[in-house]
């Protein structure tokens, strides 16, 4: 098999949102405290490990959005150019296909902010792997060996990391 340079695509669930409020629609939901905490102590994480995005595409619902907000600016990524698709609020599976396809071939590394369940689905499909239910501002790596993200079949990334704040036993 030729070897390509690895594409990385980061899948990053939203950060906790406050909770559902009488006169506020679902996508105007903020991020709770422990939301906005959790997005900063993950995006630090990413930080000190190196890890940085080419493109981060995010859902335009406003806690996904202030999550991709604060992971660009921890990471030095111009928030500004951030590229907000709403087909990522209420998507599928093949919406995250379309995604890929559309993504130009110099980008190595990924990061897509969206929501469950379609985010978890798409990283089992994508890595063959059992992740059951991504925790909010949880991020799933996975590898691919690929020339292009539209090469990606089912089942051929390797997941590199599985990280959330629970797991540190993060609280506010």
Do not use: W
Not at 34 to 40: M, R, V
Not at 86 to 101: K, V
Not at 109 to 134: C, D, K, Q, R, Y
Request: positive net charge; hydrophobic residues 35%.
């Amino acid at each position: 098999m030729v070897k390509y340079v690895m594409k990385k695509i980061y899948l990053i669930r939203h950060a906790k949102a406050s909770d559902a409020e009488f006169g506020i629609n679902d996508f105007e939901r903020a991020l709770s405290k422990k939301g906005k905490n959790d997005a900063t102590f993950i995006a630090k994480r990413l930080k000190h490990f190196g890890i940085s995005p080419d493109l981060i595409i995010s859902s335009p619902a406003k806690r996904a959005k202030t999550t991709a907000k604060i992971i660009a600016e921890t990471l030095n990524y111009e928030k500004y150019s951030i590229n907000f698709q709403e087909s990522l609020y209420d998507s599928s599976c093949q919406t995250y296909r379309y995604l890929l396809d559309s993504v130009d071939d110099s980008i190595k590394s990924l990061f897509i902010v969206a929501h469950n369940p379609t985010i978890t689905e798409t990283g089992e499909i994508l890595s063959g792997a059992i992740l059951t239910n991504m925790p909010t501002c949880s991020i799933v790596c996975i590898e691919f060996d690929v020339r292009s993200l539209k090469d990606i079949k089912e089942n051929s990334g390797k997941i590199l990391f599985f990280d959330y704040p629970k797991k540190h036993n993060i609280s506010i």
